[in-house]
């Protein structure tokens, strides 16, 4: 029922500066955001899957440590886009980019949604 879709991948140099956005679409999807726990994954060939950033539906915030300082993920004041700004990109952070929405309760998961992906390539 609910579509994420991931945009503002593309290229960037070491030092620079991309913002990712997430909008998700579908019954509902006005309050997906205002509701679920909402991330950025990416996953770089040959490596496993890594939680880049996550904010809760409560406004709390987690980042993985090889991107605290540099990385921020917000909501639009809608609660419809979720965003990822990328600044100080290493070649490191190569990878495609997922945005992930969770609805979580007192007996676990209860909806999980995950955008296409998209590319970020940086270059050193």
């Known amino acids: 029922q609910v579509r994420l879709v991931e945009s503002g991948g593309g290229s960037a140099q070491y030092g620079g500066s991309l913002e990712l956005s997430c909008a998700a679409s579908?019954?509902?999807?006005?309050?997906?955001?205002?509701?679920?726990?909402v991330a950025w994954y990416r996953q770089a060939p040959g490596k496993q899957r890594q939680l880049v950033a996550e904010?809760?539906?409560?406004?709390?915030?987690n980042f993985a440590d090889s991107v605290k300082g540099r990385f921020t993920i917000s909501r639009d004041n809608a609660k419809t886009t979720v965003y990822l700004q990328m600044n100080s990109l290493k070649p490191e952070d190569t990878a495609v980019y997922y945005c992930?929405?969770?609805?979580?309760?007192?007996?676990?998961?209860?909806?999980?949604?995950w955008g296409q992906g998209t590319q970020v390539t940086v270059s050193s």
């Open positions: 992930n929405a969770v609805l979580r309760s007192e007996r676990g998961i209860e909806f999980d949604y």
């Open positions: 579908g019954f509902a999807s006005v309050f997906i955001f205002s509701i679920y726990d």
């Open positions: 904010l809760t539906s409560g406004s709390r915030t």
